[in-house]
């Protein structure tokens, strides 16, 4: 079925719904009852004159495809795009401009895609529950006829909803059905989240070869930067390395002008920092914060990150020299507004612990700084915000020690290993 005669498949099931019409009522005088049912459940290939017709008989004007002009096609076919190119903030201007005409695109043969569209928003935004439930059911009752593309990207947005079921199912269904590295990226970003390493690898190799047949230039950079992230993770600093000062080859080889993407050469100098930081190279650690400072906001005028100055701050804090570590945090504070990254609200919290920690010399005694230390262990856990996994594992281990609560420090050391 073709994807403009499943989009009115789904408006009329959609608008008598909303009107509270049974199938009888509304067929009246137009069609049987089984072939309304047949048509809201993408049986048949609906003949356009009933359709209309069942539409009018509701108040509803019908947008064929000659209604929408090059330019409104383009905006579609670019939001998509820029999904799949990680270029998420840009879909919320192609997004305002589609808004405009909402009412038309929900009426016409561009239905599934603008819901798809406006799904995608809410999740990316985590607004509206209940609507977005109420485009997951209307989108479920097509499924399994939609076009490959869009029913593979149903099953990504499917798989992000805050109480998603079946996350990995969702995000391997949308593999299997589409060649497409984006997918395999985001699975294995949740692999790592479920603390299966080795596996999220395989998928970040499958992303990679995706990426490369595509041309996708910023998937590959994402890809590079989470293979860094992992093997941080599993304690191999040595491919961290390689893999991160990859990725600050790849950046230096485009003469790439992309914020967003130049952010990844701040984070790969971030995570060659944590792994001189966790093999106590801290003269190095010190030297490449200082290059992040210094490039990123000397250079470009930019802030990417201020995991510099918090690590820095951590340093002279366990070097005794709390007035230096307490002047790298207001230095921080100072820029969390013009942070770029989603990592922001994970930077602002670590500040907030490594404040407190200043401020309260029997920290380790505290039931708020293990308290803190949870939420930024939970937040390491559920987002990508891996870069400081290791700093906050390390933290809790040394506060569970310090209670001499040892199966506690065991079971974070254990992981560790």
């Known amino acids: 079925m073709k994807t403009k005669q499943y989009a009115l498949c789904a408006l009329v099931k959609l608008y008598r719904k909303k009107l509270n019409l049974s199938q009888s009522e509304l067929v009246n005088g137009i069609c049987v009852p089984s072939y309304l049912s047949k048509i809201e459940n993408a049986e048949v290939e609906p003949n356009l004159q009933i359709i209309t017709l069942l539409l009018e008989k509701m108040g509803i004007r019908l947008y064929d495809e000659k209604s929408f002009s090059e330019g409104e096609n383009k905006v579609f076919a670019d939001y998509f795009e820029y999904i799949f190119y990680f270029k998420h903030r840009d879909t919320e201007v192609l997004f305002e401009i589609l808004k405009k005409k909402s009412k038309k ?11 798809l569209i406006e799904w995608h928003q809410l999740i990316y935004h985590r607004k509206k529950q209940k609507r977005q439930h109420e485009i997951k059911e209307l989108l479920e009752s097509i499924e399994n006829l939609m076009p490959v593309e869009k ?6 947005l499917r798989a992000f909803m805050e109480d998603a ?3 990995i199912g969702d995000l391997t269904r949308a593999i299997e059905i589409s060649n497409n590295g984006f997918y395999s990226y985001q699975l294995a970003s949740v692999l790592i989240s479920h603390e299966n390493y080795f596996e999220s ?9 995706y990426f490369m047949d595509e041309g996708n230039f910023r998937g590959l950079v994402y890809t590079k930067n989470m293979r860094a992230v992992v093997y941080s993770l599993l304690g191999n600093y040595k491919m961290v ?6 990725v600050i080859k790849l950046l230096e080889y485009t003469y790439t002008e992309d914020d967003f993407i130049m952010g990844f050469r701040y984070f790969s ?3 060659i920092a944590i792994v001189m930081q966790l093999q106590e190279r801290y003269e190095e650690m010190c030297e490449i914060c200082r290059l992040i400072i210094h490039e990123q906001e000397k250079k470009y005028d930019r802030v990417y990150t201020t995991g510099p100055y918090l690590m820095l701050s951590d340093y002279y804090f366990l070097n005794s020299d709390h007035e230096k570590a307490r002047e790298f945090l207001t230095e921080a504070r100072k820029r ?10 994970y930077e602002i919290a670590l500040c907030s612990l490594y404040e407190y920690r200043l401020e309260n010399p029997d920290y380790l005694k505290s039931k708020v700084y293990e ?8 937040i390491t856990d559920k987002r990508e915000c891996f870069h400081f996994k290791e700093t906050i594992r390390d933290k809790l281990k040394e506060f569970y020690v310090a209670n001499k609560r040892y199966k506690d420090a065991y079971l974070i050391a254990e992981k560790q290993s």
Not at 371 to 378: A, C, I, R, V, Y
């Open 241 to 246: 390395e390689k893999h991160a000062r990859g």
């Open 336 to 345: 969390h507004d013009r942070i770029l990254t989603t990592d922001r609200d």
């Open 371 to 378: 308290k803190q230390l949870l939420e930024l262990k939970k």
């Open 269 to 271: 100098f971030l995570n």
């Open 165 to 167: 079921s079946d996350i």
């Open 201 to 209: 690898i395989n998928y970040l190799d499958l992303a990679e070869r």
């Open 105 to 115: 695109y929900f009426n016409s043969v561009r239905l599934v895609d603008y819901l």
């Open 151 to 156: 029913r593979s990207f149903f099953y990504y």
